[in-house]
């Protein structure tokens, strides 16, 4: 079974190291070469030898989890991916044939000692192009832990699948989902977008769509625990399923976002490729691009706040299913 690893490089610091030697590395550097581990339980006298001010059995277990991810469970042919500095790339490799682990203390470009051989790609990933659960396991605090949309991953870098083909004529649950939002007429649409703000954290989210509003149908506020407020503009519109909205579409809407605040493009389509160079093009607000499977991930998880109005109009149950 192919696995899926995410390996961060302290906030994207090392990754361009990582890159440019060709490996992917964790610290844990009061730790000699781990080359001869072969077994978890090897790791806990190594590691409490190393840290004995770590008392905690759950430190001590969280910690010992990670590095034998890293030695003993990653496997030559996995993926590994590690975000960048700017955390909208996502760089991506394949682990190479064993034995890939090597130990290199004291390297002046990466201080992270423990180090698996990974050949990387030169087209890094968009976090933005993923899918939403892909997102928000993504969001995890460990160093390295395991991905489990696998199929998700293999098809974003052109590894295929592990999934067998299709039969033609398929159930695609997100163009069902999809179709019955295209049901809604614009006004409608730009309304469930808002509740859907409303549900994913925003106050004071109003729907302000009009004629000759510059592109914004909706605004929000998002206050994080009175740590940071983000102010957003969105614009949401219905296209057939299949069309790419073109980066002069996004250009466009950034022009009516003020100073200070930030985008959102929802739709029920996709974006081409330079719409996204657009979307996170430096010196300008950052603009979100949230696809039509994407809003449909959304939806899923928030489908508890949506008004029942909506859930009778769209004909849909819990687990966004014809109802």
């Not at 001010?53 to 910690?63: A, F, T, Y």
């Amino acid at each position: 079974m192919t696995g899926i690893w995410c390996i961060r490089a302290d906030a994207g610091k090392y990754a361009q190291a990582f890159l440019n030697g060709a490996y992917a590395g964790i610290g844990w550097e009061r730790m000699a070469d781990l080359s001869g581990v072969l077994s978890r339980d090897d790791l806990y006298p190594l590691y409490r030898a190393a840290y004995p001010e770590d008392e905690s059995k759950i430190v001590v277990g969280q910690q010992v989890g990670q590095l034998a991810r890293f030695v003993i469970d990653m496997k030559a042919g996995d993926t590994v991916i590690t975000p960048d500095a700017n955390t909208e790339l996502l760089h991506h490799g394949i682990v190479e044939p064993d034995p890939s682990y090597f130990y290199m203390p004291n390297d002046p470009a990466c201080r992270y000692p423990h180090r698996r051989r990974v050949k990387w790609s030169a087209q890094p990933l968009l976090r933005s192009g993923l899918s939403v659960p892909l997102q928000n396991t993504l969001r995890s605090s460990l160093t390295i832990f395991g991905i489990s949309q696998i199929d998700e991953v293999l098809q974003l870098t052109g590894q295929g699948s592990l999934s067998p083909a299709p039969h033609t004529g398929a159930y695609d649950p997100y163009k069902a989902v999809l179709d019955q939002i295209l049901t809604l007429d614009d006004k409608e649409f730009e309304i469930l977008v808002g509740h859907l703000l409303t549900a994913l954290g925003f106050e004071g989210s109003e729907v302000v769509g009009k004629v000759g509003d510059g592109g914004v149908d909706a605004t929000g506020e998002l206050n994080i625990a009175n740590l940071a407020k983000v102010k957003v503009f969105v614009q949401a519109k219905r296209y057939k399923v299949g069309t790419k909205i073109s980066a002069s579409t996004v250009r466009q809407l950034r022009q009516a976002i003020p100073f200070g605040g930030q985008g959102a493009f929802i739709t029920t389509a996709g974006f081409q490729k330079a719409a996204f160079d657009v979307a996170l093009e430096p010196g300008f607000p950052r603009i979100g691009l949230i696809n039509g499977s994407q809003l449909v991930d959304l939806l899923v998880e928030h489908w508890g706040d949506i008004p029942s109005e909506f859930k009778d109009r769209l004909g849909l149950k819990s687990g966004l299913v014809l109802a």
